[in-house]
């Protein structure tokens, strides 16, 4: 298949998505019209296009009245030549647990017209079931490499607190990306025990086997993987224990012990890289015992890296791939400042991942292909 036809195949499957979500949508505001007009009736439905950024949806179904004083709010007059960006829109509809009056000033600017905040509180109901339906699919039954980390988000329940919310991000063997899911657990914090109940889930959508996790240092995280995948190595990261490093050392000694530790994570081969650790810590172990003593008691994960081919040594030393991810999320969720109930940020998360999917499955990491191809990636046991 040419390029050019993957693209549109990908093109056509989300504004099919867009169409589903738009005819949901259309369907609970006439809901709403019939119980704020009971002298009228539903009268089936009549079919439009609509221009979206992702180019023009035909056969979209849209629900009518017998009054035929019902338009779904939702819907741009068909007049209005610009392009509907739809993503904003239901991220509003969604993030309205936040702040509905937010929303319907939004939606009142954009469209024109008024949404009660109860109206808006209904309409963000439709999505649920899509949401758990994504959350719960089936995976691959092989990823290369597993990114797991936490980002934490301002949650209101009776007061404000900053909640942990679990991301995963998979890599296939030929190197494409996958947005494997994410977890909200309330407000007790990172933990492993929550990682623990992940693996189970991900084993249970179909997950048999992970060559390499990468994830922090959180005490039982290793072990969570193990208990679930004891073919699986663990990759701690090191950007996590270099930055845990330098808030332990005084400014003026920064740029040194980095130098030292760089000369660690960047030799070319294990005994190298034993070597430069030796160095580092007769250099360092009388004015920074506790920062030697980090490295020193996990070396064996921090190194696991230079285990696999240099192409791609990279993307496994360090959680950056899933990092960039976190970036994205808190960057388009910046607006919120408070989510108002945990359903709120549950949607919102779901639509910002969702939005990024593409862009993940499309781009190969540069490296794994060729070496898949060459027989020099496997997947650890089951």
């Known amino acids: 298949m040419q390029d050019r036809e993957i693209i549109e195949k990908l093109e056509d499957l989300i504004k099919e998505a867009i169409k589903s979500v738009i005819e949901r949508l259309a369907i609970e505001e006439r809901s709403l019209y019939l119980e704020e007009h009971p ?52 991220l509003a509809l969604y993030a309205s647990g936040a702040s509905t009056r937010a929303v319907s000033r939004f939606i009142e600017t954009i469209y024109g017209a008024y949404y009660s905040p109860a109206s808006i509180s209904r309409l963000t109901e439709v999505a649920e079931d899509q949401i758990e339906s994504w959350r719960k699919r089936r995976l691959s039954e092989e990823y290369f490499a597993l990114y797991l980390d936490a980002t934490f988000l301002p949650v209101r329940r009776g007061t404000v607190a900053r909640e942990p919310v679990y991301l995963a991000l998979g890599i296939r063997r030929d190197g494409t990306r996958e947005i494997v899911g994410f977890w909200t657990s309330g407000g007790e914090g990172e933990s492993a025990l929550v990682y623990q109940e992940i693996f189970n889930e991900l084993r249970e959508r179909g997950l048999k086997r992970i060559e390499v996790v990468i994830g922090d240092g959180l005490s039982g995280l290793k072990e969570a993987v193990l208990r679930v995948y004891p073919g699986a190595r663990f990759q701690r990261c090191v950007l996590h224990s270099l930055k845990y490093s330098l808030r332990k050392v005084r400014r003026s000694h920064r740029e040194a012990l980095a130098q030292d530790l760089r000369k660690i994570y960047r030799a070319g081969r294990r005994s190298e890289a034993l070597e430069a650790f030796r160095a580092f810590k007769a250099r360092w172990q009388g004015k920074y015992p506790e920062v030697v003593k980090h490295w020193e008691e996990n070396l064996e994960d921090l190194l696991v890296f230079l285990e696999y081919p240099e192409p791609i040594r990279n993307y496994i030393y360090t959680t950056n791939q899933l990092e960039r991810l976190i970036k994205e999320v808190k960057r388009r969720t910046k607006v919120i400042e408070v989510f108002c109930e945990p359903g709120a940020l549950y949607k919102v998360v779901y639509l910002v991942l969702r939005g990024l999917e593409e862009k993940y499955r499309s781009r190969k990491l540069r490296g794994f292909e060729d070496l898949m191809e060459e027989g020099l990636l496997s997947c650890g046991h089951s």
């Open 39 to 90: 002298e009228t009736k539903g009268n089936g439905f009549y079919s439009r296009s609509l221009l979206t950024k992702y180019g023009p949806i035909e056969g979209l179904m849209v629900p009518r009245t017998r009054d035929g004083n019902f338009r779904a709010q939702i819907l741009p007059p068909p007049r209005r030549r610009a392009g509907l960006d739809l993503g904003e829109a239901v």
